[in-house]
């Protein structure tokens, strides 16, 4: 009776202990995170409203509709900015992606951005994970909306963050290609 007293202790003990600790999702997720964090990416858990709201998920049990908002996770790198940022046209842009997986400008793009970042965009977000929702660019911040579900394609993410600072933001003038 001691020894079934004891066992029954232990377990009250070491249950509560185990359900702290992360499932092997969770550390994955640790892990992708860690990754984009040594490469100088800002990773952030927000919210958005889903590009596509009008989906039977966004309907209660009553009928009426719910926000259409999708929790994420945000992959951020700031754009190195030139000298005379202040002086140049602000440009912010967004990508969407809708249900059939195509994707879309979210609005008209400002003339000064730069055509070929647009035509490398349009080029490459098909190529991005299945669960990238929607990419955006505000305040020289690139930013990847995503739900991070396998392992390893953070690495595609992080790659799209880089090459797209490296691409000029702003449709060089006459003044800045005469030479």
Same mark, same amino acid.
């Given at each position: 009776?001691?020894?079934?007293?004891?066992?029954?202790?232990?377990? +009250?003990?070491?249950?509560?202990?185990?359900?702290? *600790?992360?499932?092997?999702?969770?550390?994955?997720?640790?892990?992708?995170?860690?990754?984009?964090?040594?490469?100088?990416?800002?990773?952030?858990?927000?919210?958005?409203?889903?590009?596509?709201? @009008?989906?039977?998920?966004?309907?209660?049990?009553?009928?009426?509709?719910?926000?259409?908002?999708?929790?994420? &996770? +945000?992959?951020? *790198?700031?754009? @190195?900015?030139?000298?005379? /940022?202040?002086? *140049?046209?602000? &440009?912010? /842009?967004?990508?969407? @992606?809708?249900?059939?997986?195509?994707?879309?400008? @979210?609005?008209? *793009?400002?003339?000064?951005?730069?055509?070929?970042?647009?035509? /490398? =965009?349009?080029? &490459?977000?098909?190529? =991005?994970?299945?669960?990238?929702?929607?990419?955006?660019?505000?305040?020289?911040?690139?930013?990847?909306?995503?739900?991070?579900?396998?392992?390893?394609?953070?690495? +595609?993410?992080?790659?799209?963050?880089?090459?797209?600072?490296?691409?000029?933001?702003?449709?060089?003038?006459?003044?800045?290609?005469?030479?």
């Amino acid at each position: 009776m001691v020894y079934v007293l004891i066992g029954i202790i232990l377990i +009250a003990i070491i249950v509560p202990i185990i359900s702290v *600790l992360p499932s092997a999702r969770q550390k994955e997720r640790m892990q992708m995170r860690m990754i984009a964090r040594e490469a100088g990416v800002s990773v952030e858990l927000t919210s958005i409203d889903d590009p596509n709201p @009008k989906q039977d998920k966004y309907i209660g049990y009553t009928g009426k509709r719910i926000p259409a908002v999708l929790k994420v &996770v +945000a992959y951020r *790198l700031q754009r @190195k900015r030139q000298n005379d /940022w202040r002086h *140049l046209p602000k &440009v912010s /842009w967004c990508l969407f @992606k809708d249900l059939d997986n195509n994707w879309h400008w @979210k609005s008209d *793009l400002n003339e000064a951005m730069s055509k070929q970042l647009t035509e /490398w =965009l349009e080029d &490459v977000a098909p190529d =991005l994970p299945a669960d990238v929702v929607q990419i955006e660019e505000d305040s020289y911040n690139i930013c990847v909306y995503w739900h991070e579900s396998t392992q390893g394609d953070e690495q +595609a993410v992080l790659d799209f963050l880089k090459h797209s600072t490296e691409l000029s933001l702003i449709e060089p003038g006459p003044a800045d290609t005469a030479w």
